[in-house]
Nanobody
Framework: QVQLVESGGGLVQPGGSLRLSCAAS????????MGWYRQAPGKQRELVAR???????NYADSVKGRFTISRDNAKNTVYLQMNSPQPEDTSVYLC???????????????WGQGTQVAVSS
């Protein structure tokens, strides 16, 4: 199995900055796409950003130009740099990863437990 643990959430003022991290551990053979999603109370989970193993990224329109996703493959870690967050970015942020636990295994999607981000003055 693969475990994902997020960190870095908290309270941030509008226009400030915050950096989220997500470290993968366990029986990892290889990790392909890693991503950040968010889910606010009463709303559907939505994609924030994703990054491929080789660094190709895509972002939700609502965060383009403000958030940056990156990863360190040697550390099996993905990051989300949140610049100029706004109150509407308040949500639980969840990390996910598409990974294999063996060379002959299937690619499965794994999720972290989430970290709360609150944007407020």
């Amino acid at each position: 199995q693969v475990q994902l643990v997020e960190s870095g959430g908290g309270l941030v003022q509008p226009g400030g900055s915050l950096r989220l991290s997500c470290a993968a551990s366990g029986s990892i053979f290889s990790i392909y796409v890693m991503g950040w999603y968010r889910q606010a109370p009463g709303k559907q989970r939505e994609l924030v950003a994703r990054i491929s193993f080789h660094g190709r990224t895509n972002y939700a329109d609502s965060v383009k130009g403000r958030f940056t996703i990156s990863r360190d493959n040697a550390k099996n870690t993905v990051y989300l740099q949140m610049n100029s967050p706004q109150p509407e970015d308040t949500s639980v942020y969840l990390c996910n990863a598409d990974a294999k636990t063996s060379n002959s295994g299937y690619v499965n999607t794994y999720w972290g437990q989430g970290t709360q981000v609150a944007v407020s003055s």
